[in-house]
């Protein structure tokens, strides 16, 4: 049974690597559990994508103002 359980969302938000490998393995035996597992990847990715950016800009200005 697929439930698409939100845990599995966590587990890819914690761990990206499982989660887009499990996505992967999942797609077409549980599609709903894959979905979560898949959008807790992105999650997590785009979400430290943003925090490189933000984190790289304040200190360019750090910089540029001493």
């Known amino acids: ?3 698409g359980n939100v845990g599995w969302a966590f ?5 990206p690597p499982i989660g887009l490998t499990l996505w992967i393995l999942w797609m ?4 709903k559990t894959a979905r ?3 959008i807790g990847s992105l999650i997590s990715i785009l979400g430290y994508v943003l925090t490189v950016l933000i ?3 304040s200190l360019r200005l ?3 103002f001493q």
């Open 11 to 15: 587990l890819a938000i914690l761990i």
């Open 62 to 64: 750090m910089i540029y």
């Open 28 to 31: 077409k035996d549980k599609p």
């Open 36 to 38: 979560m597992l898949f």
């Open 55 to 57: 984190l790289s800009s």
């Open 1 to 3: 049974m697929d439930s």
